[in-house]
């Protein structure tokens, strides 16, 4: 039985020595230890309740009111995040020649800020906000500074940080003053896939692309429960590709998987990071 984190990390090591194009999907496990809380349980259950519909964040004033004014405050999380050990384990492995392509069901950039290049942000960037009428676009902490002082009294108050910028806050959010697009007042909304939202056709062509010039897939920190991410999966078995997954809990795609490990992702990654550098210097002391 392989239990330890050396060994499940040598067993990644020889996964990606044999599948040297490898298509990985990332998800809020791989965040979590930048302080980016996440939504589920390790039974891939919603730990609180599930975040914002699009067609009701577009139907309700008072919806995008209790959004921005709780985002006052949760964003900070996203803010103040710094790249964790999976993040920089994920972006060596890119450096080394490991990786055909990152999808990431992440919106934080912080695969980018690691040094990661090959990245699809399969659902959007959280620090922009875009006009849903003229395409005007904002970075968010700007929309964030401004609202702030058009609601003194929000910015007051603080609460338990929640995922995707979110806050357990509640409170009367009736007087909170949302701002509208400066050009056109049009609604503003992070560059985010919402829940009941669809990802961009060029975004999940250039998934797909990645994925036909992969010979495996490597799920990190991932319960793929949301269709979008799951998709890859399910397609990357039907071509006959290996999938594997690296997780602390369940998956959706448990029974396509032909590898998982389940363990905190960090350490493994790490551990297969420190056996594939080694077997490259023997390659190069002996080759
Ligand atoms: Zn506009």
């Keep these: 039985m392989m239990n330890s984190i050396a060994q ?11 599948h040297p194009k490898l298509w990985v999907i990332t998800g809020a496990g791989v965040s979590t230890d930048s302080g980016i809380p996440d939504y589920r349980d390790a039974d891939g259950q919603w730990k609180r309740p599930p975040p914002v ?3 009701d964040f577009m139907a309700s004033i008072a919806v995008r009111q209790r959004y921005w004014a709780r985002a006052l405050v949760g964003f900070k999380a996203m803010r103040e995040a710094q790249v964790s050990g999976a993040h920089r384990a994920l ?3 890119e450096s080394m020649g490991h990786i055909e392509l990152l999808v990431t069901q992440n919106v934080d950039r912080l695969h980018q800020r690691a040094g990661s290049r090959k990245v699809v942000d399969l659902h959007g ?38 995922p995707d910028g979110d806050a357990d806050l509640e409170t009367d959010f009736s007087t909170f003053k949302v701002l509208d697009c400066p050009r056109c007042r049009g609604i503003l909304k992070p560059q985010v896939v919402y829940y009941g939202d669809v990802v961009p056709p060029a975004r999940r062509l250039a998934a797909q692309a990645g994925l036909e010039n992969a010979n495996a897939v490597l799920a990190v920190g991932t319960s793929l429960m949301v269709y979008s991410g799951y998709r890859f999966c399910r397609d990357a078995h039907a071509m006959g ?10 998956t959706r795609a448990d029974t396509l998987l032909t590898h998982q490990w389940r363990a905190p992702i960090t350490p493994v990654l790490e551990h297969a990071l420190k056996v594939l550098r080694f077997s490259s210097t ?6």
């Design 282 to 287: 023997l390659v190069s002391t002996t080759g």
């Design 241 to 250: 590709l290996p999938v594997a997954s690296l997780s602390l809990g369940v």
């Design 53 to 55: 519909q699009h067609g």
């Design 91 to 93: 972006a060596a492995l």
């Design 8 to 18: 499940m990390g040598e067993a990644l090591a020889d996964f990606i020595e044999r």
């Design 125 to 162: 960037r959280a620090d922009i906000v875009a006009c849903l009428s003229c395409g005007y676009q904002m970075m968010r902490h700007a929309m964030h500074s401004e609202m702030a002082t058009m609601n003194p009294y929000f910015t007051t108050l603080d609460a338990r940080h929640a």
